[in-house]
């Protein structure tokens, strides 16, 4: 249970960043929800879809590969410098192919007007993915709170940004009269999704000045053959990952050219801020990787490895399924986050939570090949999700629109945590406790129905009842939960 602390402890400080962080920016969701309509939502929803894959492709594998070579081999320092020329090197010459094909590209993703999208893009993903290894080795030396802190001033920023330019901006330009002549050139009035674009850019310049003196303070020295093997390792990683980013995002990409073009953005646009509600859960996973990969690659040298993995699992499960309850029990609350424009799109929230669920539980389940250095199953698992992805997307969007990307979502994730379950049991076994594992899914997922035909149906007049109906629900979870894990028990009497 120590280690499980200390996993937990580590979460938390990278959670300062990740989720409190993540957290604040989701908090731009109702402005964007309301300064936009869903067309031009549509546009900052792609933008940032293709963000997320090309930031997979530069980084192909490397960051994982850090951290197990950092591990094995004697001289770390080299690992890191090797590591972090090879970034470089991509990374610049991404950003020199964006900047010069910018016009070229713009056309090409039906923005011809605006070529600065692509140069935003550019400088976003190279910055990005370039800082993605300092902030590796930040988190291989333990130092939580340095990563944590430079996290937070990115987010800060990025926040800032937003609000001068969306908000202020065009207030003052259209309430003062010397607004025109000082500020009327970046916004004439109204707000403009390029500034959302180039508030990110800002913030991970400034990230990139922060982590210099882990960029400068190292000895520069490139090896060929370490290189070739941290590449033979991570470039399933990068197969694994591009999969991954593509069940994640290519519903949002597959949206504007599988619909009319009248309806596409709109549509895109309705759906990508209804996913943004299931954010709590990705912040969540997203604070759990940070803290878990270091951990689990420390753990495997311990004799009670496997067990403390399986006990991961579960207590995983137990948060992701209370937040599932929580969101999903108070939805009435919770979709005021998004603006009206945006409701119709809410009952794909429910899907898009579950299917958060598989994919945390398939990210712990992963492990088993990474251990082994397997991880060209890894890769095998995630481009088999991504053809059921894919497929589904295709095959759904023009028949029942995005409420075909969510059901694409939900299976794809659903199959890849079955089929990497079932090959890690051959393979690397650890005795997961999968009695209870299904028995807080069936619960949540029955609370939930419950909360459907009870509060909603019998109690529909009176939101105050419904919301004290789902709350007795939300606490019957909790107590199961008490009574079936004493650790859990202990805790909350404790608290």
């Not at 040298?301 to 993995?309: E, F, N, P």
Request: proline letters at 4%; one cysteine or more; glycine letters at 6%.
């Amino acid at each position: 249970m120590g280690s499980i602390r200390s996993l937990a402890g580590q979460t938390a400080v990278y959670g300062i960043s990740s989720v409190l962080g993540r957290l604040l920016n989701y908090l731009l969701v109702p402005m964007y929800s309301r300064v936009f309509l869903p067309e031009e939502a549509g546009v900052y929803v792609e933008i940032y879809a293709y963000v997320a894959f090309f930031i997979v492709i530069l980084t192909y594998g490397m960051e994982t590969a850090f951290f197990r070579f950092n591990q094995s081999e004697q001289e770390p320092r080299k690992v890191y410098s090797t590591t972090v020329i090879s970034l470089f090197v991509t990374s610049l010459v991404f950003i020199v192919v964006g900047i010069v094909f910018s016009g070229q590209l713009a056309s090409m993703l039906r923005y011809p007007e605006h070529p600065e999208y692509i140069i935003y893009f550019a400088f976003i993903v190279g910055l990005d993915a370039f800082t993605s290894i300092p902030f590796a080795r930040l988190r291989a030396e333990n130092k939580a709170m340095r990563f944590a802190m430079i996290k937070v001033v990115n987010i800060a920023i990025n926040i800032s940004l937003n609000l001068i330019l969306l908000l202020l901006v065009p207030y003052l330009y259209n309430n003062y009269s010397w607004g025109p002549e000082i500020i009327g050139f970046i916004g004439n009035g109204e707000p403009v999704v390029g500034h959302i674009f180039l508030a990110n850019l800002i913030a991970s310049v400034v990230v990139f000045l922060l982590l210099m003196p882990e960029i400068l303070k190292i000895k520069l020295t490139f090896s060929r053959a370490l290189f070739r093997r941290m590449i033979s390792y991570a470039f399933p990683l990068l197969i694994l990952g591009l999969a991954g980013i593509a069940n994640e995002t290519v519903d949002r990409i597959l949206l504007k050219y599988l619909l009319p073009q009248d309806i596409a953005m709109y549509q895109l646009g309705i759906y990508g801020m209804c996913f943004k509600i299931a954010i709590v859960m990705s912040i969540f996973i997203q604070a759990f990787r940070y803290a878990a990969e270091p951990f689990f690659f420390a753990q495997q040298k311990s004799t009670d490895a496997k067990a403390v993995y399986a006990d991961v699992l579960k207590y995983f499960v137990i948060i992701m399924t209370f937040l599932f309850l929580s969101i999903m029990l108070y939805i009435d609350i919770v979709k005021y986050f998004v603006g009206e424009n945006f409701h119709s799109g809410l009952k794909v929230v429910p899907i898009l939570l579950y299917s958060h669920v598989f994919l945390g539980v398939f990210y712990n389940l992963s492990i088993w090949y990474k251990l082994t250095g397997q991880t060209r199953f890894g890769a095998y698992i995630s481009i088999f999700g991504t053809a059921i992805s894919v497929g589904l997307n295709i095959y759904l969007i023009p028949r029942i629109g995005y409420m075909g990307s969510a059901w694409a979502n939900f299976a794809c994730y659903a199959v890849m945590m079955v089929i990497s379950y079932w090959l890690g049991q051959k393979y690397y076994p650890v005795k997961y406790d999968m009695k209870r594992i299904l028995a807080y899914m069936g619960l949540s997922a029955g609370l939930w129905a419950m909360s459907i035909l009870v509060a909603r149906n019998l109690l529909s007049e009176s939101i105050p009842a419904q919301l004290a109906f789902n709350t007795v629900l939300l606490l019957i979870f909790v107590i199961f939960v008490a009574f079936s894990e004493p650790r859990v028990q202990k805790l909350l009497m404790r608290k």
